[in-house]
């Protein structure tokens, strides 16, 4: 394939990307392009010398390992042998492989990325909760990750990016390829765990928050005063989760987070409430002890749609690496995109790409049936991706209902029917095969609700966060007695809410 075909006499939204980011002329010309269109195409490069070191490209975007390039780079190398990893989400092939770099002539490297699916055909959109990069790299960012909604943090516990500046007259932005960034994100990261904020017009004044003083539900319910605003819970594992969750504040929950790594797993809670290590052991273990805290949440007959984030810029992530798919019919826009993901109609991944409909309906859907009558879900799934699939699990209330091997999901695309005789909910996950890290997919639940027993409330659920409630006050340490008092009495409250959900208790 020629080189010459770099520059065509027209050109595309990549190559146009390509001019607006200057990068130094070198002896190395790097291509990547769209097998189909043999177009440039905008994509992540994880480039390294023979010693491991992660190499930049000029001014291009680079963050910890990799960076971004619209379709093409110029880059001055040192004479040696490099590795490389070029990837485009989770929608294209991955290629990787090594050249060499001569001193008496310039390297030519050109690869080819093919796409394996475009869910946004089929209608699914995908974004993510938690990216933490400059503003001006956004566009090219969400190109290169195939990323089509991304709310940008730009204020965190006492960093403020507009301290001392007027605040942007316009925070939503509307890119090509129907993708918005909006550029007043927030996060409130303290003692208790992170709340993140989305579609404020202003930040939230919690610049001079000590550790555990002001309560985050103070910051929250001045969130609340704002209809638009979506708060999500970064990680279910989080002290002040239960004190979240009793408030009937929060929109959704970050089941795919940024302790999920690219390469590796954070494998800890951090200050968060910990996991039985011994039954849940490392490097995975922190992912299923996610999944698990998730599932208490719903069993305890509460129904918040899982989300996705990566904290890009913080920790080691690529943008989108974390990231939920939301159903929508019709166009894109972004206020569509929030309305479904409130409804569940959605799926999270950092690989899998795992499409499921029961009876033919989407993720978030409520089955009803009048009292002594079953629902039966006949639930077929699509699955894509790159990483190898040993088995497709239905969680039904909690536990794994059913494994079905991938070789037998392949010959039909079903996974069966199930039946239910009284209310619960169930969803779908796909674990790959990675020993490193916690890699999955997972669609929201879908509701079962038979006779007047709406919801499905376990006590063994609702006492797990009676007792985390328990264990929480007892780490409150402020040496302000009013100050304490006014902390603990959010807590109290969640108690309370907490032992009247046990009375209505109607499941183990």
Same mark, same amino acid.
């Given at each position: 394939?020629?080189?010459?075909?770099?520059?065509?006499?027209?050109?595309?939204?990549?190559?146009?990307?390509?001019?607006?980011?200057?990068?130094?002329? !070198?002896?190395?010309?790097?291509?990547?392009?769209?097998?189909?269109?043999?177009?440039?195409?905008?994509?992540?490069?994880?480039?390294?010398?023979?010693?491991?070191?992660?190499?930049?490209?000029?001014?291009?975007?680079?963050?910890?390992?990799?960076?971004?390039?619209?379709?093409?780079?110029?880059?001055?190398?040192?004479?040696?042998?490099?590795?490389?990893?070029?990837?485009?989400?989770?929608?294209?092939?991955?290629?990787? !492989?090594?050249?060499?770099?001569?001193?008496?002539?310039?390297?030519?490297?050109?690869?080819?990325?093919?796409?394996?699916?475009?869910?946004?055909?089929?209608?699914?959109?995908?974004?993510?909760?938690?990216?933490?990069?400059?503003?001006?790299?956004?566009?090219?960012?969400?190109?290169?990750?195939?990323?089509?909604?991304?709310?940008?943090?730009?204020?965190?516990?006492?960093?403020?990016?507009?301290?001392?500046?007027?605040?942007?007259?316009?925070?939503?932005?509307?890119?090509?390829?129907?993708?918005?960034?909006?550029?007043?994100? !927030?996060?409130?990261?303290?003692?208790?765990?992170?709340?993140?904020?989305?579609?404020?017009?202003?930040?939230?004044?919690?610049?001079?928050?000590?550790?555990?003083?002001?309560?985050?539900?103070?910051?929250?319910?001045?969130?609340?005063?704002?209809?638009?605003?979506?708060?999500?819970?970064?990680?279910?594992?989080?002290?002040?989760?239960?004190?979240?969750?009793?408030?009937?504040?929060?929109?959704?929950?970050?089941?795919?987070?940024?302790?999920?790594?690219?390469?590796?797993?954070?494998?800890?809670?951090?200050?968060?409430?910990?996991?039985?290590?011994?039954?849940?052991?490392?490097?995975?273990?922190?992912?299923?002890?996610?999944?698990?805290?998730?599932?208490?949440?719903?069993?305890?007959?509460?129904?918040?749609?899982?989300?996705?984030?990566?904290?890009?810029?913080?920790?080691?992530?690529?943008?989108?690496?974390?990231?939920?798919?939301?159903?929508?019919?019709?166009?894109?826009?972004?206020?569509?995109?929030?309305?479904?993901?409130?409804?569940?109609?959605?799926?999270?991944?950092?690989?899998?790409?795992?499409?499921?409909?029961?009876?033919?309906?989407?993720?978030?859907?409520?089955?009803?049936?009048?009292?002594?009558?079953?629902?039966?879900?006949?639930?077929?799934?699509?699955?894509?991706?790159?990483?190898?699939?040993?088995?497709?699990?239905?969680?039904?209330?909690?536990?794994?209902?059913?494994?079905?091997?991938?070789?037998?999901?392949?010959?039909?695309?079903?996974?069966?029917?199930?039946?239910?005789?009284?209310? !619960?909910?169930?969803?779908?996950?796909?674990?790959?095969?990675?020993?490193?890290?916690?890699?999955?997919?997972?669609?929201?639940?879908?509701?079962?609700?038979?006779?007047?027993?709406?919801?499905?409330?376990?006590?063994?659920?609702?006492?797990?966060?009676?007792?985390?409630?328990?264990?929480?006050?007892?780490?409150?340490?402020?040496?302000?007695?009013?100050?304490?008092?006014?902390?603990?009495?959010?807590?109290?409250?969640?108690?309370?809410?907490?032992?009247?959900?046990?009375?209505?208790?109607?499941?183990?």
């Amino acid at each position: 394939m020629p080189f010459a075909r770099l520059l065509p006499a027209t050109i595309g939204f990549a190559l146009a990307l390509l001019l607006s980011y200057p990068v130094n002329a !070198g002896n190395v010309q790097l291509r990547i392009e769209d097998q189909a269109t043999h177009q440039p195409v905008a994509c992540r490069v994880h480039l390294k010398d023979s010693q491991g070191k992660p190499q930049r490209a000029g001014s291009l975007p680079f963050w910890h390992d990799h960076f971004v390039c619209p379709g093409g780079a110029e880059l001055e190398l040192p004479p040696g042998e490099y590795s490389y990893e070029v990837e485009r989400g989770p929608e294209y092939t991955a290629v990787a !492989g090594r050249f060499l770099v001569r001193e008496d002539a310039p390297t030519r490297v050109e690869l080819e990325l093919k796409r394996l699916v475009e869910l946004a055909r089929d209608g699914w959109w995908s974004g993510e909760l938690h990216v933490h990069r400059p503003i001006d790299e956004i566009p090219l960012l969400m190109e290169a990750e195939d990323l089509h909604v991304a709310p940008v943090i730009t204020w965190w516990n006492n960093r403020n990016l507009w301290s001392g500046k007027p605040l942007p007259a316009t925070l939503l932005h509307g890119l090509a390829g129907d993708r918005y960034y909006h550029v007043m994100g !927030g996060e409130d990261e303290r003692e208790g765990g992170a709340l993140l904020f989305f579609n404020l017009a202003e930040p939230l004044p919690i610049t001079a928050a000590g550790r555990e003083y002001p309560s985050p539900m103070k910051f929250l319910a001045m969130a609340r005063q704002r209809p638009s605003v979506w708060v999500d819970i970064e990680k279910p594992f989080w002290w002040d989760v239960p004190v979240w969750l009793a408030s009937g504040q929060v929109d959704s929950i970050g089941l795919a987070n940024n302790h999920m790594c690219r390469s590796q797993m954070f494998e800890n809670e951090a200050w968060g409430k910990p996991r039985d290590e011994r039954r849940l052991a490392a490097p995975l273990g922190n992912g299923f002890w996610t999944q698990e805290i998730y599932y208490h949440i719903l069993n305890a007959g509460l129904h918040i749609p899982p989300s996705a984030g990566s904290a890009s810029g913080v920790l080691p992530n690529p943008v989108g690496y974390n990231r939920v798919y939301v159903h929508l019919d019709g166009e894109l826009s972004y206020e569509k995109w929030w309305d479904g993901l409130r409804a569940g109609r959605s799926f999270v991944t950092n690989g899998p790409l795992l499409r499921v409909r029961a009876n033919g309906e989407l993720p978030g859907h409520v089955f009803a049936a009048p009292a002594g009558n079953e629902v039966v879900l006949d639930i077929r799934a699509a699955l894509a991706g790159r990483d190898p699939v040993r088995a497709l699990e239905i969680i039904l209330n909690g536990r794994v209902e059913r494994s079905v091997p991938y070789d037998e999901w392949l010959r039909t695309g079903s996974l069966g029917k199930l039946r239910f005789r009284e209310s !619960g909910w169930m969803l779908v996950r796909a674990i790959a095969d990675n020993p490193k890290t916690f890699r999955f997919a997972a669609t929201a639940p879908f509701y079962v609700e038979i006779g007047d027993v709406r919801q499905r409330i376990s006590r063994s659920s609702v006492r797990f966060f009676l007792d985390w409630i328990a264990q929480r006050m007892d780490r409150v340490q402020l040496d302000d007695p009013v100050q304490k008092d006014e902390v603990l009495a959010y807590h109290t409250a969640a108690r309370r809410f907490w032992e009247e959900r046990l009375a209505k208790a109607n499941a183990d």
